[in-house]
T-cell receptor, first 112, second 112 residues
Framework: NAGVTQTPKFRVLKTGQSMTLLCAQD?????MYWYRQDPGMGLRLIHY???????AKGEVPDGYNVSRLKKQNFLLGLESAAPSQTSVYFCASRDKGVRPQHFGDGTRLSIL | AQSVAQPEDQVNVAEGNPLTVKCTYS??????LFWYVQYPNRGLQFLLK??????LVKGSYGFEAEFNKSQTSFHLKKPSALVSDSALYFC??????????FGTGTRLQVFP
């Protein structure tokens, strides 16, 4: 049981480039989340999804887009990367009810 | 506004001594509270949660947390710290839109 898998683990981009981060979960969870973690700021929610085909904005959605075409996958896109998007990105999923979120091991993204 | 505060950036404790990591919250209605731990280069791992009932909640790895409604606190505790407990700890509260709000994290350092 792999849980939550994030691809890639590391990436370096130049300003203005685009990329997509992939999150896959094998627990049949309805809810999925994308966070960014920056020093001293904890985790901030970027976008989330409450089910296949649905997405919603979180606390810091600007500059990011998401898609949830399949229940097990949640994609985070950066259309035009900026240095301020240098961060560690975490994906999480959870089941219905008051259940804990399960996290992937993160994608470390540097924008030069 | 709903929020979580972790007043200490770092907590230092000697191995074998009891440890406490503090968390206070502000939320409308009944709080659903969580503690997570993050080891280097890993995602967050769930430790324990409080939904209702007994104010003392037991979790993974010998950790427990005490819910105090009058002080709006949910402090994480362990009777005897281990060097392997050294990590980053996050408190979180579920808001009224079913999303988690995380504190900024407390780094626990256990010295041999």
């Amino acid at each position: 049981n792999a849980g939550v898998t994030q691809t890639p683990k590391f990436r370096v981009l130049k300003t203005g480039q685009s990329m997509t981060l992939l999150c896959a979960q094998d627990m049949n969870h309805e809810y999925m989340y994308w966070y960014r973690q920056d020093p001293g700021m904890g985790l901030r929610l970027i976008h989330y999804s409450v089910g296949e085909g649905t997405t919603a904005k979180g606390e810091v959605p600007d500059g990011y887009n998401v898609s949830r075409l399949k229940k097990q996958n949640f994609l985070l896109g950066l259309e035009s990367a900026a240095p301020s998007q240098t961060s560690v990105y975490f994906c999480a999923s959870r089941d219905k009810g008051v259940r804990p979120q399960h996290f992937g091991d993160g994608t470390r993204l540097s924008i030069l | 506004a709903q929020s979580v505060a972790q007043p200490e950036d770092q907590v230092n404790v000697a191995e074998g001594n009891p440890l406490t990591v503090k968390c206070t919250y502000s939320v409308s209605g009944n709080p659903y509270l969580f503690w997570y731990v993050q080891y280097p280069n890993r995602g967050l791992q769930f430790l324990l949660k409080y939904i209702t009932g007994d104010n003392l909640v037991k979790g993974s790895y010998g950790f427990e947390a005490e819910f105090n409604k009058s002080q709006t606190s949910f402090h994480l505790k362990k009777p005897s710290a281990l060097v392997s407990d050294s990590a980053l700890y996050f408190c979180a509260v579920r808001d009224n839109t079913d999303k988690l709000i995380f504190g900024t994290g407390t780094r626990l350092q256990v010295f041999p």
